[in-house]
T-cell receptor, first 113, second 115 residues
């Protein structure tokens, strides 16, 4: 069974531009979660999508947004990039009714220059 | 509300020695507890989990953890460390209801294994 996949592996963007990160969940999983892992800040919850709807978001500004597609894949958009957005962005998924048990992808390393 | 505290940001052991990584949690509802491992430049891999039932849980790569409600702890152990165990380890807490959808993570413990 394929795990959670994320693309691209690395992304380098200049400050002020937009970044788009993509995630495909494990087959059969309907929820997708996004976390940011920035140096020295640990793992911070960003967003939760379930059945195409945003269910919850963490303490991040509105320039962090995303969506979930009918096939349950998801994308995370970061607008007006700032240097402090440089981080590893991790996507996770869970099966219906098991929000507590999340499986993570390999992450996308975003570097803002 | 839920929180996790991992005692020790860095732990160093010799190859073949016991590994003990400490995790204490706070939760107002019955907790579900997890240990994840992260190798350099990779994502998180689920090592083991406690939801209900047996309080001693076994995971992959020879790791195990024991849920102790009276001590609000979920420490991770391995009898004999291997060089390949060098990584960062994260303890996380959730609950069955988890209406917010997020796992609450500790700050992580970096494990070094000396030959």
């Amino acid at each position: 069974e394929a795990g959670v996949t994320q693309s691209p592996t690395h992304l380098i963007k200049p400050r002020g531009q937009q970044a788009t990160l993509r995630c495909s969940p494990i087959s059969g999983h309907t929820s997708v979660y996004w976390y940011q892992q920035a140096l020295g800040l640990g793992l911070q919850f960003l967003l939760w999508y379930d059945e195409g709807e945003e269910r919850n978001r963490g303490n991040f500004p509105p320039r962090f947004s995303g969506r979930q597609f009918p096939n349950y894949s998801s994308e995370l958009n970061v607008n007006a990039l700032e240097l402090e957005d440089s981080a590893l962005y991790l996507c996770a998924s869970s099966s219906p009714g098991q929000v507590y048990e999340q499986y993570f992808g390999p992450g996308t390393r975003l570097t803002v220059t | 509300a839920q929180s996790v505290t991992q005692l020790g940001s860095h732990v160093s052991v010799s190859e073949g020695a016991l590994v003990l990584l400490r995790c204490n949690y706070s939760s107002s509802v019955p907790p579900y507890l997890f240990w994840y491992v992260q190798y350099p430049n990779q994502g998180l891999q689920l090592l083991l989990k406690y939801t209900t039932g047996a309080t001693l849980v076994k995971g992959i790569n020879g790791f195990e953890a024991e849920f102790k409600k009276s001590e609000t702890s979920f420490h991770l152990t391995k009898p004999s460390a291997h060089m390949s165990d060098a990584a960062e380890y994260f303890c996380a807490v959730s609950s069955y209801y988890n209406q917010g959808g997020k796992l609450i993570f500790g700050q992580g413990t970096e494990l070094s294994v000396k030959p």
